[in-house]
């Protein structure tokens, strides 16, 4: 081969392997746009609601649900939540339009090419509620380049669509928190039994220090690492001035603190909840919704308020406990009393 046939074939693999990178990114972006979500779809996003059962004095004592989920309104959100959100997870999340390119190239580079894993990751919180929303169940060739792809497109999308509230109200309803709870009003009910414009500054922080990873970072399960995760998320408060050194350092010190509840497993009323799901259904079968559709209620989030005495039913069960031991013993007293009797 001579030196022009060299030259030409050297040109031809240059071409090749610049085409290359080019076919896949053009497969990638065609693959992501034709499983992209439209605008119409995004418009009419719609979570599945828990429906709540109250007593007769209006506190929780069941839920129904397919996921344990509570939206609630950008208003019931408190700002120190907002804050440690943005500040932990995205803080440049109101300068951007639902991709940050500056932590982007701080991945690319840091992550991939120096390989630091504390380097932190570039989705931006429009991207994570992509994610949230629609999962990640795509399969085939270029599998993480074509979720990626798509995520950062349905952020774009979603930024068109949506106020920057909307969208902070959208993350908070859909993020998981584990223990098969999604959204915050359900995870401050179960980590803290209360309301979500109810939580104090150091529990917003444990509940935000979870997206990182909410089983190493859940608070009843692994208390010393959710302590650990919470003061990070003061100091990237600090960092980006929500909060002053000298509050960062007081709440710091304080210990973690719970009041873990959970009704699906220590509910104060199960059998009674059984009867309540029952006869619900049987008066949902002659109800229809204002849009015509039969009412689903383990996703519509209805509310549903029942006869029950809620301080009559906790007496009635710690007097059940009390006497439990003793009717046990006359019970097998009264029945070795029968076995040895001759008929």
């Known amino acids: 081969m001579n030196t022009v046939d060299k030259r030409k074939m050297l040109k031809i693999g240059l071409l090749i392997a610049a085409a290359i990178p080019v076919v896949i990114v053009s497969i990638v972006f065609i693959r992501a746009c034709c499983l992209l979500q439209s605008k119409k779809e995004l418009q009419n996003i719609r979570n599945a609601t828990a429906s709540v059962v109250l007593s007769q004095e209006d506190m929780l004592i069941g839920k129904f649900f397919t996921e344990n989920r509570t939206n609630i309104t950008y208003e019931q959100i408190p700002e120190d939540l907002i804050h440690g959100l943005v500040a932990t997870e995205d803080a440049r999340f109101y300068n951007h339009n639902g991709v940050d390119s500056r932590s982007l190239f701080r991945v690319f580079f840091k992550t991939i090419l120096l390989n630091r894993q504390s380097a932190g990751g570039g989705s931006t919180i429009t991207q994570q509620l992509a994610k949230n929303l629609f999962g990640r169940n795509i399969k085939g060739p270029f599998k993480l380049l074509t979720i990626k792809t798509k995520e950062t497109l349905l952020a774009r999308r979603l930024e068109m669509i949506f106020t920057k509230e909307e969208i902070l109200t959208l993350y908070f309803n859909t993020v ?13 009910q179960r980590y803290f039994n209360k309301k979500t414009d109810q939580l104090k500054m150091e529990e917003s922080a444990v509940l935000i220090g979870m997206l990182k990873a909410n089983h190493v970072y859940n608070p009843r399960l692994h208390p010393e690492n959710a302590k650990s995760r919470r003061n990070v998320v003061f100091k990237q408060m600090q960092k980006y001035d929500y909060l002053d ?52 209620i383990e996703e519509d989030g209805l509310i549903i308020k029942t006869t029950l005495n809620l301080d009559i039913q906790v007496f009635a069960n710690q007097s059940f406990r009390d006497h439990l031991s003793t009717m046990q013993y006359l019970l097998e007293k009264q029945y070795k009393s029968k076995a040895g009797r001759k008929f």
């Open 245 to 296: 050194a000298a509050t960062v350092d007081s709440l710091s010190r304080l210990p973690l603190q719970l009041d873990y509840s959970n009704l699906e497993r220590n509910g104060p009323a199960d059998y009674f909840l059984y009867q309540v799901k029952k006869e619900v259904r049987e008066i949902l079968q002659n109800v229809e919704s204002a849009s015509g559709q039969k009412w689903n």
């Open 176 to 188: 998981p928190f584990g223990e098969n709870i999604y959204g915050i009003e359900a995870a401050a």
